[in-house]
């Protein structure tokens, strides 16, 4: 017989394509035949059947229910059937019902009846490996009559049609009498309920409850036919059907917390917006903006998701979605960014005086925009962190005060309304007016050139608040005299001068003045020269750079002009409590340590240049205190009286001006009884040094004590007085 043509065409196709193994690509034969044989093994594998749960025998009422459970393994699966008395039950008989399972089958018989259904019935497991196995089992039909006493009787059971709402709890109640008592189990559809699952509870407590079937956070596939049943070594009954239905509640999305259609918010701000969706089952939430989802599919929150905005820069529509199987809801919100006032316009100043200028401006906001105005400046030159504000205007215009003389400002306004700070106006500039300079000159450095002439020069001042016109140099051999007094010489645009016809050999004070169109600023520091050639100028720079109770670290610079070499120089100084002059002497150096001073006593100190010529100029003294130190000696005069038989006066004096070193700030009192020893003096403590009188009280009468003072600063305690002995008197005295 010819193949048909279709297959032809495949066995052509097949030769076509038949692959001929290149020489290196052929496979060793033993390897080959190591895979075929773990092929065979692998696809050819064969187990027998086993029945590892027989039927169990089985004894019921006259009417009742009996059910026989199987259940076998093998490779193949084995096939189940049933045989009664050795006849293969037909599963076509109304009251014989066959439930096949995996593994499992149930023979169930309905309306049992004795003399017919109670027979042996085996359980046949066959899967065409090896022969067919076995196992039997024998149904016992007692008749009412004969019903053993104790037999099992299923007193309660559930409704014939209980219904719960998916994920709620449902109880299946059963009650059973029977002696021995009766052990009670469940059964679904035929099948024996598989407690394994955590879902499934059987209660054991309480005698309403024990026995009856929880079935916790129901499920769809929990709906089914459940029966009770009741077994003890005499039988078994099975209750009537109890039909439960699992009720899915079907409700399409909806929103359960409503939000703002429109939020304003300002620029650069945050907002959080919640969208909560309710319906069953529970929908997924996105947002959207525009017509852009804002989050992918396949991450979406159930029920609830929230909007998270920061930075907001843009107005945007924002459309939240909830949706399931059932259908889809929308809800649209719009978040509008406040816009900010605008940039001032027209900026103009005018007033303008050496501290104050006038300045106004216009705005074109809308007119039912609140607003502000802050105005910001700063010297043109200043880093463009430097600014000062003035805040809250509510008026167009304003002076500013208390600005730099001759300084050249910018200035910005900026309108500011409850969403915050618009753009700054453009930028004006402006000098501020001229006025007297605010500095003197500086580094004033004055030197011989003769025995009759001198040089003067200078520098600018730091702040000459307007053009300098001129300088005026003042000089005198007699400083203590008004420098209206004094001598003068005018420079026109210049810094530096001479002065000639003076006094040879004399001391001159020079002092220079900077003029401004409005007049003349203050003088410098004195400056002193000898108008002798050859001697140094004076030294420059001089100041106490540590100071203590009993010295003072002095240092300085060089004289400016040394003429002749400096051979030394001399230090003088004076105190203000002994009125005394102190000079010293010493070498070629810029530092010196003044010891052995007084502490808190006022000094003056000043220093000249001297080279083989003679002693130049000293400079201006400065005034230097030394710091405070403990009082150098106790409280003087001291002296004690008995007020009567519990208290005691006493008076003293200060410790003597001299030894005071400081200002005393307290005293402190001491008194004991005169038998004990000072460690256990009582002290009191005197925070009122301007008096020098205290009453001592609750004292012991009749008794002597001994009483002693110090006087401290705020450095500590001076030396203790002499203790002075004084008694209280008597009672009644």
Not at 314 to 325: I, L, P
Not at 437 to 447: E, H, L
Not at 671 to 687: G, I, N, Q, T
Request: glycine share 6%; proline share 9%; aromatic share 8%.
């Amino acid at each position: 017989m010819s193949q048909p043509q279709h297959i032809r065409r495949r066995s052509k196709q097949a030769n076509a394509m038949e692959w001929r193994p290149r020489s290196h690509d052929r496979v060793p034969p033993w390897l080959l035949t190591c895979l075929l044989t773990c092929i065979a093994l692998v696809c050819c594998a064969e187990d027998p059947p086993e029945i590892i749960e027989p039927p169990r025998d089985v004894s019921v009422r006259n009417g009742g229910i009996a059910a026989f459970y199987c259940r076998a393994h093998g490779e193949p699966t084995p096939q189940l059937s049933w045989r009664r008395n050795g006849r293969k039950v037909s599963p076509q008989s109304s009251r014989y019902m066959v439930v096949p399972q995996p593994s499992m089958s149930v023979l169930r018989i309905e309306s049992a009846k004795p003399g017919k259904d109670d027979a042996k019935y085996e359980c046949v497991a066959e899967n065409g490996v090896g022969d067919a196995v076995t196992a039997s089992a024998t149904l016992s039909i007692y008749p009412e009559t004969e019903l053993p006493a104790g037999f099992p009787r299923i007193t309660s059971w559930p409704a014939q049609l209980p219904v719960v709402e998916k994920g709620r709890t449902h109880v299946l109640e059963c009650q059973a009498t029977g002696s021995p008592e009766p052990t009670i189990t469940w059964i679904r559809d035929m099948i024996p309920v598989n407690l394994s699952n955590p879902r499934y509870l059987m209660l054991d407590t309480g005698s309403k409850s024990k026995g009856s079937l929880q079935i916790t956070n129901s499920e769809e596939e929990d709906q089914g036919k459940y029966e009770c049943v009741a077994e003890n070594s005499l039988g078994i009954e099975i209750s009537n059907v109890s039909t439960l239905h699992v009720r899915v509640r079907r409700v399409p999305p909806y929103f359960s917390m409503p939000f703002q259609s429109i939020y304003e918010v300002k620029p650069g701000s945050s907002l959080n917006i919640t969208c909560v969706a309710g319906g069953s089952p529970m929908p997924y939430v996105k947002w959207r903006k525009g017509l852009e989802d804002l989050e992918p599919e396949h991450s979406l929150p159930i029920g609830r998701n929230i909007l998270v905005l920061e930075d907001i820069q843009e107005s945007a529509n924002y459309t939240c979605v909830a949706f399931s199987k059932l259908g889809q809801v929308e809800n649209s919100t719009f978040v509008r960014l406040e816009e900010l006032p605008y940039a001032p316009s027209n900026v103009r100043i005018s007033e303008i005086t050496a501290t104050s200028v006038h300045i106004s401006w216009h705005y074109d906001g809308p007119p039912s925009e609140a607003v502000e105005f802050v105005i910001q400046y700063k010297p043109k030159l200043a880093p463009a962190q430097d600014y000062a504000e003035i805040i809250g205007l509510k008026t167009n215009y304003y002076t500013v005060q208390n600005l730099s003389p001759f300084t050249e400002y910018e200035f910005y306004v900026v309108a500011v309304s409850a969403v915050g700070r618009g753009l700054a106006s453009t930028a004006t500039f402006v000098t501020t007016g001229e006025t007297e300079p605010g500095s003197a000159p500086k580094n004033v450095q004055v030197r011989p050139l003769s025995s009759t002439t001198m040089l003067i020069q200078w520098e600018e001042p730091d702040t000459p608040n307007g053009q300098v016109i001129a300088y005026k140099v003042f000089y005198t051999t007699n400083p203590s005299l008004p420098t209206a007094s004094w001598d003068s010489q005018v420079v026109d645009n210049n810094l530096l001068t001479t002065i000639s016809d003076l006094t040879p050999h004399t001391i001159y004070t020079i002092r220079v003045q900077a003029e401004t169109s409005i007049g003349s600023g203050p003088l410098s520091t004195p400056v002193q020269v000898k108008t002798q050639q050859g001697v140094p100028s004076q030294p420059t720079g001089l100041r106490a750079i540590d100071v203590n109770a009993t010295s003072v670290s002095l240092e300085w610079a060089r004289p400016h002009h040394t003429g002749e070499n400096v051979n030394s120089y001399e230090l003088y100084w004076n105190d203000t409590f002994t009125k005394e002059k102190h000079h010293r002497s010493l070498p070629v150096t810029e530092t010196h340590v003044l010891n052995d001073l007084q502490p808190n006593t006022l000094y003056y100190i000043w220093l000249a240049a001297k080279s083989k010529r003679g002693e130049g100029a000293t400079t201006p003294p400065i005034a230097v205190r030394t710091d405070q130190y403990v009082p150098g000696e106790p409280p003087q005069n001291i002296m004690a009286e008995a007020v009567d038989s519990t208290s005691i006066r006493v008076v003293w004096d200060p410790p003597p001006a001299n030894k005071q070193n400081g200002i005393i700030s307290y005293y402190k009192l001491y008194y004991a009884e005169y038998s004990r020893p000072d460690s256990e003096a009582v002290e009191m403590m005197l925070k009122s040094p301007a008096s020098t009188e205290f009453i001592v009280e609750e004292l012991k009468k009749w008794t002597r004590y001994r009483i002693w003072l110090v006087a401290g600063t705020v450095v500590g305690d001076g030396p203790p007085s002499a203790p002075i002995i004084v008694r209280t008197q008597e009672d009644g005295t």
